[in-house]
């Protein structure tokens, strides 16, 4: 399944901020950035689990806010990209 997954982690202090870098650190682990606080994630239900449990010991429910939406497939047909675009599509040839 694909999934997107967004987050605003407060950084008013050095504790927010390290939590801010943990939760990307965590979302790189399954994903790729495709905005600064917005990550794709290509996970099977094991992974998607795990990546929640992971991010919500992170964050201060009252303070931070996650979301995680699943994406209709497939991708192409409703995903609409508008400027750059750098994510890599890790189903196709990772060299050409």
């Known amino acids: 399944m694909h999934i997107l997954v967004t987050y605003d982690v407060s950084t008013e202090t050095p504790a927010g901020r390290r939590r ?3 939760v990307a650190l ?3 682990n399954f994903g790729q950035r495709v905005q600064k606080s917005v990550f794709e994630c290509a ?10 449990r992971a991010l919500t010991k ?4 009252e ?4 979301r995680f939406y699943r994406l209709m ?3 192409e047909k409703y ?4 400027g750059w675009d750098k ?7 990772l060299v050409v």
């Not at 992170?58 to 429910?61: N, Q």
């Not at 994510?87 to 040839?93: A, H, L, N, Q, Y």
């Open 87 to 93: 994510k890599v599509d890790f189903e196709g040839p």
């Open 26 to 28: 965590q979302c790189k």
């Open 43 to 52: 996970v099977d239900e094991m992974n998607y689990e795990r990546l929640v």
């Open 79 to 82: 995903l609409l990209v508008f």
């Open 58 to 61: 992170i964050i201060h429910k």
């Open 63 to 66: 303070e931070d806010s996650l």
């Open 73 to 75: 497939e497939p991708l």
């Open 20 to 22: 801010l870098q943990k």
